[in-house]
Every structure is written in structure tokens, then in C-alpha cells.
Nanobody, 120 residues
Framework: QVQLVESGGGLVQAGGSLRLSCAAS????????MGWYRQAPGKQRELVAG???????NYADSVKGRFTISRDNAKNTVYLQMDSLKPEDTAVYYC??????????????WGQGTQVTVSS
């Protein structure tokens, strides 16, 4: 069974930094795009950043220049370095990955979510 396990959320003051990690486990044949989404209270889930297997990245306009997404293909892990955090970055952050497993073929998997709270 493929799973995504996130870590690294927490409480930080405005201007501070956090690094999120998300590791995929299970019998994995291949991983395509990986990404981070977030959902603030009362709002829809939105894409924060994505990265392809080849390393191409894309970012939401609101985080460009502040957040950096990266991945370690050997470890099946994606990271989100968040700098210059703002109170409006407060949300639950979810990892997403398009994974080809042995039993399920290609499928979009989600992590359980990790809370990021930025105080002013």
C-alpha cells in the first residue's frame, strides 16, 4: 500500500522559515509529479508548488520568491522550503504525488496534512 507521510509543520512568527517533508513509501514503480497544496479555513484547497520527475517546477504567484520545492528521487521524498512566511500562509499543507504502484497503477495519492501557523 502506497502512503505519503508528511512532517515539518508547526508554529512560526512572521518572517520565519519552515521546511516540510513528504516521503512516499510502499511498493513504488515510478513517481511522476509531486506537489504541495494548502487549505486555509473557509477556503478551497489550492496548489502551492509542483515539481516534475525531471525537476521542472511551478509555483503559485503568492509564494514565488519565498518558497522552494525540491525532491530527492532516490528517497521518494519531496520538500517545501518556506521562507519569509506571512500570516496568510497559515493553512493545512498537503503533499500530493502521482505514483505508479504495483497493485493500483497510476494514482494520485495525498498525505494526511500538516498544520502551518504563522503568527503576526
Amino acid at each position: 500500500q502506497v502512503q505519503l507521510v508528511e512532517s515539518g509543520g508547526g508554529l512560526v512568527q512572521a518572517g520565519g522559515s519552515l521546511r516540510l517533508s513528504c516521503a512516499a513509501s510502499g511498493i513504488i514503480l515510478s513517481i511522476d509529479t509531486m506537489g504541495w497544496y494548502r487549505q486555509a479555513p473557509g477556503k478551497q484547497r489550492e496548489l502551492v508548488a509542483g515539481i516534475t520527475s525531471g525537476g521542472s517546477t511551478n509555483y503559485a504567484d503568492s509564494v514565488k520568491g519565498r518558497f522552494t520545492i525540491s525532491r530527492d528521487n532516490a528517497k521518494n521524498t519531496v520538500y517545501l522550503q518556506m521562507d519569509s512566511l506571512k500570516p496568510e500562509d497559515t493553512a493545512v499543507y498537503y503533499c500530493n504525488a502521482h505514483i505508479r504502484g504495483v497493485y493500483r497503477g497510476w494514482y494520485d495519492y495525498w498525505g494526511q496534512g500538516t498544520q502551518v501557523t504563522v503568527s503576526s
